[in-house]
């Protein structure tokens, strides 16, 4: 019993002395490392670095006069200023205006800027072939000074007699295969290397089939490339020996053309055009004509199947037209000379 009572008693001690040595413990770790001397803050303070302070307590005007080179990002005492927000130091236009004697690209400061292509050009200049505008390039049909390509001013009409006896001749002026003819607007003139022309460039609006007080080959030269018979005749030509030819061709073809020119011959004051093909002929031989006329019509750098589809939708030449020509078969003149062959 002795014993017993003499361990608890022992217990007792060992609890209360290791208690103590636990707050000693937790006093030591609550405990700051540094003196009371140097602490520079007060209790409700919020807490600033040492070096903060420090600077806080420095002047700005002692540091900058003691410090000789430059502040990055910026000085003591400077507000933030971001780079893309410090004002431009550059000279005003005004002043670089007044100090450049050269000239300025794209446009000159405080000047609108300019669209190269905003210039509204004359009138004149943006029409490039309307059929009826400038027509006194070529020929102008309402210039009474133009009107001797329709005229006879021979002084001896009988040497554009028909002659029996002068066979007909037909001409060939070979082009390249790979050859394409121009279209040119009425700003420029057109010249041909031979006479009457049958290939070259030509005005972009065909002429309306027909015929013509006179058709300048500028005109004409278009229906040529898609496949047209033109048939030319001298003013001072036989009327009889004219009038046939012009029943022939015109019962043989739609797109046909007929015009005076003073460019045929008095030998052959008659003849008939295809593209690169041309036959002139003092009499009309109706075999030889419609032979012509198969082999070459509906032959071109432009010619197409279906022309009807383009004649009735395009836009064409028709200064100095007298008549219209006369369907045969169609538009597209699927058969050439057909009736007149029956009637032979």
Not at 200 to 209: N, S, T
Not at 298 to 313: C, F, I, Q, T, W
Request: overall charge negative; aromatic content about 8%; glycine content about 6%.
């Amino acid at each position: 019993m002795f014993l017993l009572h003499s361990l608890t008693v022992l217990c007792l001690i060992l609890a209360t002395c290791q208690s103590k040595s636990i707050k000693k413990g937790q006093a030591n770790l609550l405990a700051p490392t540094f003196n009371l001397d140097d602490w520079q803050g007060a209790p409700g303070e919020p807490h600033i670095p040492k070096v903060q302070r420090v600077l806080e307590t420095t002047t700005d005007s002692t540091i900058k006069d003691d410090w000789t080179g430059k502040w990055f990002p910026f000085g003591p005492g400077e507000p933030h200023v971001m780079k893309n927000q410090k004002p431009s130091t550059s000279t005003p236009p005004e002043a670089s205006t007044e100090s450049w004697n050269g000239k300025w690209f794209p446009q000159a400061p405080n000047e609108p800027h300019k669209h190269q292509h905003a210039a509204i050009k004359p009138l004149k200049e943006t029409i490039c072939d309307d059929g009826m505008s400038n027509l006194s390039v070529d020929y102008d049909p309402n210039d009474v000074g133009q009107s001797f390509e329709m005229l006879c001013i021979s002084s001896n009409r009988s040497i554009y007699d028909p002659n029996m006896s002068r066979e007909a001749l037909l001409t060939e002026h070979f082009l390249p295969s790979a050859y394409v003819p121009p279209s040119k607007c009425l700003n420029v003139s057109i010249e041909y290397t031979h006479l009457p022309p049958t290939n070259g460039p030509f005005r972009p609006l065909p002429a309306e089939y027909g015929t013509y007080s006179y058709l300048p080959p500028q005109r004409y030269m278009r229906n040529l490339a898609e496949g047209a018979i033109v048939m030319l005749y001298h003013p001072c030509a036989f009327q009889g020996q004219v009038d046939q030819l012009q029943q022939i061709v015109g019962g043989c073809l739609y797109r046909h053309l007929v015009t005076p020119s003073q460019l045929l011959s008095p030998e052959r004051p008659l003849a008939l055009l295809a593209w690169s093909h041309i036959l002139e002929m003092s009499v009309v031989d109706k075999h030889l004509v419609m032979d012509f006329i198969k082999k070459h019509a509906k032959h071109g750098p432009l010619a197409v199947e279906n022309l009807s589809r383009l004649v009735d939708k395009r836009q064409s030449y028709k200064a100095g037209m007298q008549t219209e020509a006369r369907l045969v078969t169609s538009a597209d003149d699927y058969e050439l000379c057909g009736y007149l062959e029956e009637q032979m």
